[in-house]
């Protein structure tokens, strides 16, 4: 309701006399709402009155057994004594509640046994204190509301419009010239002091009724001597300030020696809206901010003494009201009106004043405020200063940005002293006034940064110093800190984004900008995912989240940063030198892993081997060799410094995903080298040739036989994760290699230029007999160290012997194409005569060789696999070259094949079924 009432007050004055009329309408309107819609308790109130209803009660019931057992002890005289008037059941506590329950600790000693011979007193002797009403306490208002609505209330929102009568009575005189200014004036200082007088004389007996006189007179003079120096220039400057001076101190002693806090608010109230009820709008400002500057000189003589916030709080108001009304053009047109540079000396002299007395107001009122309830303080002041007055200062310094830094800079500075003298002289009594400090002096360097740096620098700066306030909130365990030195690293990131998108920071490798910006941003995640990690109690699940998410934003930026570097300025040796870089991020990672035994730190080991991965996609894609520009000495490195932090970091890595990073290191390895021996003989111009074919399978099954030699099998890794390289990395090689061999042998000829082709003696099929004494030495060494084969072994067996014959196929393709001259494709191959031809006699060998050998071991399966094998070129005779071959090329298919068969029958009889195997 106060607020309406006020609202209410300002709209109406402002009908009837624009900005004093408003003004004065406000109070007036605050008053009259306070006075009749008064603030109703609280419900922490009422609790509290019913617990002190409880104690009174209590307190009651205890006098009353008082003095029932002293008239037991009294004996004769309890019959006069007995009946305990109804007036004590309810009589209310003393003064002291102590004295009373120490005299019933002394006084109620051991009760002595009364005989049952003697009377007792009667039941209704004692009235029962817990019937008796107990008045509810009313909840204690604002000691400013109490003093208006308290006591004579009449009077005292009487003395209130008076004051407000006399000023407009001021301002009508001085425009009409009713009466001499002298005698005008005269008149009015003398009824001013004679109100303070009365109002002193009164203090003892009528002391709301003498508060009220002495604040209206204090007013009342306060805008009696700044109309006579203002309005009328009736007295000299000097001596209308003196004169101020001598009045505020006689408020603020008044005040003080009265313990009156709504006498020094009243006296603070007349003068601050005297020169605004008095204006004539054409005042000096150097003026106005002398006399504002004299009453909140007395405010701060009075906070010396008394903690009175309302006081402070009003002060505070109506000097940054006030001074920004003056200073905004258009909104007023009165006391100097509106600021400009040509006043910003002068302006500016006052603002530090204001700002130092209410910074010392501050310090003063939450210095004794924490020493009488430890945790709280006046957050408004505290606060509300240093931002309403860097307000003030950034419309003053409009177009000056070092300046502006400069200010927040000498703030900063200023706040940060405060804190640790304050914490040097209370120890850590004021913990929290010396906490708020230093978050203020903080905020005011994060301002001053942007403002007097670029943004590339600033988000640096911002980084640094989220940093340090990540590091104090850790010491000091404020969760709060921790959250704001975490939001301004994520705020300088952001930033830095921004001016990486715009570009044009530096030509310099590695000393430019982006690189040293990229960095800080990196050392200030890293860092603060160390301090939070390290911190033993107290911690929140923000700063749990913040250890894994700071250490990824940090390492983000590191190898953004380096990225960054590698792209811009190195072309061609880019593959080899992000290779390196990241082996060497992992290596010294690693380090500080062992080293301050910090977990995460071993994160980047787990990324190495998929990080170099994505590297040599890289160079696949553009079509560009792995080893060249310095990758003959980057790749060792890598895959060695690969080796070693897996090593060295075991105790951090899950089994499952160390087995997984050992098995993609290898992968990787047979798939660089087979990339870079098929890159070269693209490269030297055998494209076209059985070379590059052969070549992509070479290192892989070198890699294959190495790893599984008896000597790589006792040696670590291979030792330690046989399983890894030998079942599942060796699997998935010997099934690249087993798939290759269907490719190679669809898609080329096997011609081996400069070489001319023979049969088996060629780039194609050596690359078979490589990839077949591979696989059969990765089998052996499965059986070797008892390892469970991954395939069962008839599968194994069909698709070897799958691959087998269709390479063996190949080959007499292949011959064909060469000696015959038969086009290598396959529509032209199966329209050949003499490919049918050979294809039958081929494979009825074939067949030939499966059962002989079969009928020799007793394997009935191969038997009958040979047997199948016969069916076919029997039915191919029938369906293909009977009808498609003619002359000489089907008599030999039929007559060699019959021979054949005939042979078959003869040496290769089916083994019985008892002597299968």
């Known amino acids: 309701m106060w607020f309406i009432g006020m609202l209410a007050g300002f709209v109406v004055g402002a009908l009837l006399g624009e900005i004093p009329g408003a003004l004065a309408g406000a109070v007036l309107g605050w008053i009259l709402a ?222 003080v020696r009265q313990d009156a806090m709504a006498l020094a608010v009243i006296g603070t109230v007349g003068g601050f809206l005297a020169p605004v009820l008095a204006s004539t709008h054409s005042g000096n400002h150097v003026l106005l901010f002398s006399y504002y500057a004299v009453l909140n000189a007395a405010i701060l003589a009075m906070a010396v003494r008394k903690s009175w916030r309302p006081l402070n709080l009003t002060g505070f108001v109506f000097t940054a009201g006030i001074g920004f009304l003056w200073g905004s053009c258009g909104i007023t047109r009165w006391s100097g009106c509106a600021y400009h540079d040509g006043i910003f000396a002068s302006t500016e002299s006052f603002l530090v004043l204001f700002f130092l007395m209410y910074v010392t107001i501050a310090v003063l009122g939450a210095r004794r405020d924490l020493a009488a309830r430890a945790r709280f303080m006046d957050a408004t002041l505290v606060f509300g200063v240093p931002l309403v007055a860097f307000g003030f200062q950034a419309a003053m310094l409009d177009d000056s940005r070092f300046a502006l830094a400069g200010s927040a800079v000498a703030l900063s500075a200023l706040y940060l002293a405060l804190a640790r003298g304050i914490h040097a002289r209370d120890l850590g009594k004021s913990r929290v006034l010396v906490e708020s400090f230093l978050a203020l002096g903080m905020v005011f360097a994060t301002l001053a940064i942007p403002l007097a740096l670029e943004a590339r620098w600033t988000s640096a700066a911002w980084a640094l110093e989220g940093l340090g306030i990540v590091w104090a909130g850790a010491r000091q365990g404020r969760w709060l800190a921790r959250a704001f030195g975490l939001a301004l690293q994520l705020l300088a990131g952001l930033v830095f984004l921004d001016v990486l998108s715009r570009g044009g920071l530096g030509e310099v490798p590695v000393l430019n900008g982006a690189f040293i910006g990229a960095f800080l941003l990196a050392i200030a995640g890293l860092a603060s995912c160390r301090i939070l990690g390290r911190m033993e109690g107290g911690t929140t699940q923000l700063d749990r989240l913040a250890v894994p998410a700071g250490f990824l934003w940090g390492l983000a930026w590191w190898l953004a940063g380096g990225a960054r570097e590698i792209d811009r300025f190195l072309d061609e040796p880019r593959f080899a030198a992000a290779a390196a870089f990241l082996a060497g991020t992992a290596l010294v990672s690693s380090t500080l892993r062992r080293r301050f035994a910090w977990p995460q730190a071993s994160w980047p080991s787990w990324g190495l081997a998929p990080a170099l991965g994505a590297v040599a996609a890289a160079a696949v ?61 693209r490269s030297h111009g055998l494209s076209a040739s059985a070379w590059s074919v052969s070549a992509a399978m070479v290192w892989p099954a070198l890699c294959l036989a190495a790893v599984t030699s008896a000597r790589a099998s006792a040696r670590w890794p291979v030792q330690a994760f046989a ?85 063996l196929n190949a080959i007499l393709l292949r011959t064909i194409h060469h000696w015959a001259g038969v086009a290598y494709r396959l529509d032209e191959l199966m329209r050949s005569v003499l490919v049918q031809a050979a294809l039958s006699l081929f494979w009825t060998a074939i067949a030939l060789v499966l059962m002989f050998a079969a009928t020799k071991r007793g394997w009935r399966a191969v038997w009958m696999t040979g047997a199948l094998l016969l069916a076919i070129v029997v039915g191919k005779l029938l369906l293909v070259d009977l009808s498609h071959l003619s002359g000489i090329e089907r008599i030999v298919s039929f007559i060699g094949v019959g021979l054949l068969m005939l042979l078959l029958g003869y040496l290769a009889p089916v083994p019985p079924k008892g002597e299968a195997k």
């Open 34 to 255: 306070l006075v009749f819609f008064p603030k109703k308790a609280g419900p922490a109130a009422v609790a509290g009155g019913e617990r002190l209803a409880q104690v009174e009660g209590r307190l009651a019931r205890i006098e009353a057994r008082l003095a029932a057992l002293e008239v037991v002890q009294a004996g004769g005289k309890a019959s006069r004594a007995s009946v305990v008037p109804p007036e004590a059941a309810v009589a209310p506590p003393p003064a002291a509640p102590e004295r009373v329950v120490a005299a019933e600790r002394t006084q109620i000693p051991a009760a002595p046994e009364v005989p049952s011979t003697r009377k007792e007193p009667a039941p209704a002797a004692v009235a029962n204190p817990a019937r008796a009403p107990v008045a509810m306490p009313e909840p204690r208002p604002n000691p400013l509301i109490a003093w208006l609505t308290g006591g004579n209330t009449i009077a005292r929102v009487g003395a209130v419009i008076l004051f407000v009568g006399v000023s407009f009575l001021v301002k009508y005189a001085a425009d009409h010239r009713l009466l001499p200014i002298e005698l005008r004036l005269a008149a009015v200082a003398g009824a001013a002091i004679a109100m303070l007088f009365f109002g002193w004389r009164m203090r003892e007996s009528r002391r709301g009724y003498a508060l009220t006189l002495q604040g209206v007179g204090v007013g009342i003079f306060y805008l009696t001597i700044f109309a006579a120096f203002r309005l009328y220039h009736l007295l000299p400057a000097g001596t209308a300030m003196a004169i101020l001076v001598v009045t505020a101190a006689l408020a603020a002693y008044l005040a």
């Open 621 to 681: 894609v553009h079509d560009s060799s792995v080893l060249a520009h310095f990758g003959w000495a980057a790749w060792p490195f890598a895959f060695w410094a690969h080796l070693r932090v897996l090593r060295h970091d075991e105790p951090e890595i899950t089994q499952r995903w160390l087995q997984a990073l050992h098995v993609a290191g290898f992968l990787l390895l047979a798939a660089i080298g087979s990339w870079e021996l098929h890159w070269l003989s």
């Open 723 to 807: 399983s890894a390289y030998l079942a599942l990395a060796g699997a998935i090689v010997t099934a690249a290699l087993w798939a290759w061999t269907f490719y190679a042998n669809a898609t080329h000829d096997g011609g081996s230029a400069p070489l001319p082709y023979l049969p088996v003696l060629n780039a194609i099929d050596l690359g078979h007999l490589l990839a077949l004494a591979a696989g059969a030495g990765w089998w052996l060494a499965l059986r070797r160290e008892s390892i469970p084969v991954p395939i069962d072994r008839r599968s194994a067996i069909v698709a070897t012997a799958g691959a087998a014959f269709f390479w």
